[in-house]
């Protein structure tokens, strides 16, 4: 089996440049966004274990939700999730962005910037309705009409329309086999 490790992930990401991209600076340029330390949550604990290992390998320029770093990681930039377009204009598009992404509304400035200028998604959960239901709320133009509707069906405990036909699967059973929406809250990965 597979080890999914800060390690083997880095790899990964820098490892597959070079097949994809023909002429590349020494080293990625990559931005990190995501939550970070202090921040209390296990996407930032993840993500900051990650950025020690992208640091060895590339140029990261982190972009987070604005506490104070809890680590000085040399050739780090550290910006907040609201300077991104500046971030963009002053030191150009980079190689590659890595979006991790929760399933709170902590994550909806990390959704916008997804969608916005595209990327890898890392995301921490397999059902990303927390995150929409509270973009739902909090930032209506990341939820489709589409979405808004299987919401609210999810809420009623019924099978979304599309799929009446699958009368086999007890409504109450439904969501936790399918519809998990990770298709449009990961759109732009």
Do not use: C, K
């Not at 990341?142 to 069906?153: F, G, I, M």
């Not at 999810?154 to 439904?174: F, N």
């Amino acid at each position: 089996a597979d080890e999914y490790t800060w390690d083997t992930v880095a790899d990964r990401v820098v490892d597959a440049y070079p097949r994809r991209v023909r002429s590349l600076p020494d080293r990625l340029r990559v931005w990190l966004v995501s939550p970070m330390p202090p921040t209390a949550s296990g996407v930032a604990d993840y993500s900051l274990g990650l950025l020690h290992e992208l640091a060895r390998r590339a140029d990261v320029t982190v972009l987070s939700d604005g506490d104070e770093p809890a680590a000085n990681i040399p050739g780090v930039r550290w910006f907040r999730y609201a300077d991104a377009e500046a971030v963009q204009s002053a030191f150009g598009a980079p190689d590659v962005r890595i979006m991790a992404m929760g399933n709170s509304e902590y994550h909806i400035p990390v959704a916008r910037l997804l969608q916005r200028f595209g990327g890898i998604a890392i995301a921490h959960d397999v059902r990303l309705t927390g995150l929409l239901a509270a973009a739902r709320a909090l930032a209506p133009e990341l939820v489709s009409d589409e979405v808004a509707a299987a919401l609210d069906d999810e809420s009623r405990e019924q099978r979304p329309q599309r799929h009446e036909a699958h009368r086999w699967i007890a409504p109450h059973d439904y969501y936790r086999a399918n519809s998990l929406l990770t298709g449009h809250a990961l759109h732009g990965a």
